[in-house]
């Protein structure tokens, strides 16, 4: 786990971060046939780093019906921030249609776990076997550790991705305001405004404004 814990902070983007999170899963926990994070937008299904079809199948099929302990997992203010179930023919009272249907999917037994930190919740790790009673508490405790892991990572990746968007952008708005500057004589305060009043009109966001005029040399 601490050379996980390394290895996961060394990845060098969100989605390496991710897609290292959820092979991790297949290869240390016990059980585990498939993979997947799911974050939930409103009542709009994300799967993120799936390792197998079967996950985002069973992504989207929770999400069409509205029910299911990956959607509860990942809609916090009502879930559990740790699930496992031993045998999901023996769930159909509690997601009469989720059960039946991921069932015939081939998903015997399901884990799943809240990716959070002090600040955030970041959707849900969950876990696959094709088979009836494949996790033990050994399992859910390798999960926990990785799911734990694994949120530090995420949100830390995530920052990351943030900043450097941001530093980004501010070079790119940067460049822009001198082509203006430059073409039209404009003070910097002149150039700033001739990109946020050309963003709020055109209903462009002021990054995809400076983008252009970067590329064209001139606002179109």
């Known amino acids: 786990?601490?050379?996980?814990?390394?290895?996961?902070?060394?990845?060098?983007?969100?989605?390496?971060?991710?897609?290292?999170?959820?092979?991790?899963?297949?290869?240390?926990?016990?059980?585990?046939?498939?993979?997947g994070i799911l974050v939930l937008r409103g009542r709009e299904v994300e799967s993120l780093a799936p390792t197998h079809q079967l996950v985002i199948d069973s992504d989207r099929l929770?999400?069409?019906?509205?029910?299911?302990?990956?959607?509860?997992?990942?809609?916090?203010?009502?879930?559990?921030?740790?699930?496992?179930?031993?045998?999901?023919?023996?769930?159909?009272?509690?997601?009469?249609?989720?059960?039946?249907?991921?069932?015939?999917l081939g998903v015997g037994s399901m884990m799943g776990f809240l990716l959070f930190t002090d600040d955030e919740d970041l959707g849900a790790l969950n876990l696959y076997s094709h088979r009836p009673g494949a996790f033990c508490e050994a399992s859910e405790l390798a999960g926990w550790l990785l799911a734990s892991h694994a949120a530090v990572a995420f949100s830390s990746a995530r920052t990351h991705a943030q900043l450097e968007q941001a530093v980004a952008t501010r070079h790119l708005i940067g460049e822009a305001m001198?082509?203006?500057?430059?073409?039209?004589?404009?003070?910097?305060?002149?150039?700033?405004?001739?990109?946020?009043?050309?963003?709020?009109?055109?209903?462009?966001?002021?990054?995809?404004?400076?983008?252009?005029?970067?590329?064209?040399?001139?606002?179109?």
């Open 1 to 35: 786990m601490a050379s996980l814990a390394r290895d996961l902070l060394a990845q060098d983007s969100v989605s390496a971060t991710l897609a290292r999170i959820t092979a991790s899963a297949t290869e240390l926990v016990e059980g585990c046939d498939a993979a």
């Open 62 to 104: 929770q999400q069409r019906l509205g029910e299911g302990p990956c959607f509860d997992a990942a809609r916090t203010s009502q879930g559990e921030r740790v699930f496992r179930i031993a045998d999901l023919t023996d769930e159909h009272q509690r997601w009469p249609a989720y059960a039946p249907q991921a069932r015939r």
């Open 178 to 220: 001198g082509i203006l500057m430059g073409s039209r004589h404009l003070s910097e305060e002149q150039a700033f405004d001739v990109l946020r009043r050309y963003s709020q009109q055109s209903n462009t966001k002021l990054r995809e404004v400076a983008r252009r005029i970067c590329e064209q040399g001139a606002l179109s």
